[in-house]
C-alpha cells in the first residue's frame, strides 16, 4: 500500500503494471538519470523547467544553469525565484551564438569564456551533493557552436554523483550523449506559429 505522499502516475508504472514508487522498486533508492531533451522542435526547455518544477514540489533541490540566452528576461527566471529555496535558475551565457539574432559586440571568445566558466563553476554544484536536479539548458547547442567540447560534457556526466539526475537541452544531440543517457526525448517541429508570421508569445516562448 502506498503512503499518501507517494503519488503514482501512469509513468511510474513498470514493465508489469507494478508501481515503482518515488524510492524505487522494493523500496531501493532511484537511480540518477542522465535526461537529454534534443530536437529541433520547440520545448526542449518548456520540458526541462516542467521537470524542475515538479522535483522542487518534491522538495528536491533544483539548480538549472542556462547557457547562451543571456540576460534576456523570461517568465522561468521569474517563477524560479517563487520556487526559492528549492529552484535555483543561474544563467552563464552571453546572449545567442547564431549570426541572425546574436549581438554582434559580443565577440566570439567572449561566448567561449562565459561557457567554459559556467561549465566549470556548476562542475563544483553537481560535486558538492546539494542539488538532486541539475539541468544543462543549451549545452548541447553550446558544444554545436563550440564553446564547450564533447568531451568536457561526457566527463560531467561520467562524474556526477549517482543520485543526482542530470537534464542536457539543445539541438543535435551527439551520439556519444545518446549512448550513455537514460531518457532521450526528441522535439520534431510538425506545426509552428512563426510560420503563420506569429511572433514569440510572452508565456509560451518566453
Given at each position: 500500500?502506498?503512503?499518501?505522499?507517494?503519488?503514482v502516475a501512469e509513468d511510474q508504472?513498470?514493465?508489469?503494471?507494478?508501481?515503482?514508487?518515488?524510492?524505487?522498486?522494493?523500496?531501493?533508492?532511484?537511480?540518477?538519470?542522465?535526461?537529454?531533451?534534443?530536437?529541433?522542435?520547440?520545448?526542449?526547455?518548456?520540458?526541462?523547467?516542467?521537470?524542475?518544477?515538479?522535483?522542487?514540489?518534491?522538495?528536491?533541490?533544483?539548480?538549472?544553469?542556462?547557457?547562451?540566452?543571456?540576460?534576456?528576461?523570461?517568465?522561468?527566471?521569474?517563477?524560479?525565484?517563487?520556487?526559492?529555496?528549492?529552484?535555483?535558475?543561474?544563467?552563464?551565457?552571453?546572449?545567442?551564438?547564431?549570426?541572425?539574432?546574436?549581438?554582434?559586440?559580443?565577440?566570439?571568445?567572449?561566448?567561449?569564456?562565459?561557457?567554459?566558466?559556467?561549465?566549470?563553476?556548476?562542475?563544483?554544484?553537481?560535486?558538492?551533493?546539494?542539488?538532486?536536479?541539475?539541468?544543462?539548458?543549451?549545452?548541447?547547442?553550446?558544444?554545436?557552436?563550440?564553446?564547450?567540447?564533447?568531451?568536457?560534457?561526457?566527463?560531467?556526466?561520467?562524474?556526477?554523483?549517482?543520485?543526482?539526475?542530470?537534464?542536457?537541452?539543445?539541438?543535435?544531440?551527439?551520439?556519444?550523449?545518446?549512448?550513455?543517457?537514460?531518457?532521450?526525448?526528441?522535439?520534431?517541429?510538425?506545426?509552428?506559429?512563426?510560420?503563420?508570421?506569429?511572433?514569440?508569445?510572452?508565456?509560451?516562448?518566453?
Open positions: 500500500m502506498l503512503r499518501g505522499d507517494e503519488i508504472l513498470g514493465a508489469s503494471g507494478d508501481v515503482v514508487t518515488s524510492r524505487g522498486a522494493k523500496g531501493r533508492r532511484c537511480k540518477g538519470l542522465v535526461i537529454i531533451n534534443t530536437g529541433n522542435g520547440k520545448g526542449k526547455t518548456t520540458a526541462a523547467m516542467g521537470l524542475g518544477m515538479r522535483a522542487a514540489g518534491n522538495r528536491m533541490k533544483v539548480l538549472c544553469l542556462q547557457f547562451i540566452k543571456g540576460a534576456w528576461k523570461t517568465g522561468e527566471t521569474e517563477s524560479a525565484q517563487k520556487l526559492a529555496p528549492y529552484f535555483e535558475l543561474v544563467k552563464t551565457g552571453r546572449g545567442f551564438t547564431i549570426e541572425r539574432l546574436r549581438n554582434r559586440r559580443i565577440t566570439d571568445e567572449e561566448h567561449r569564456a562565459a561557457a567554459q566558466e559556467g561549465l566549470s563553476w556548476v562542475r563544483g554544484r553537481i560535486l558538492s551533493g546539494e542539488y538532486q536536479v541539475v539541468i544543462l539548458d543549451e549545452i548541447l547547442g553550446s558544444i554545436k557552436a563550440g564553446l564547450v567540447t564533447l568531451e568536457q560534457v561526457l566527463e560531467l556526466v561520467a562524474a556526477k554523483p549517482p543520485d543526482l539526475h542530470l537534464v542536457l537541452t539543445g539541438r543535435g544531440a551527439p551520439p556519444e550523449l545518446i549512448e550513455v543517457a537514460d531518457l532521450v526525448t526528441e522535439m520534431r517541429p510538425i506545426k509552428h506559429p512563426y510560420e503563420a508570421g506569429i511572433m514569440a508569445q510572452r508565456g509560451v516562448e518566453f
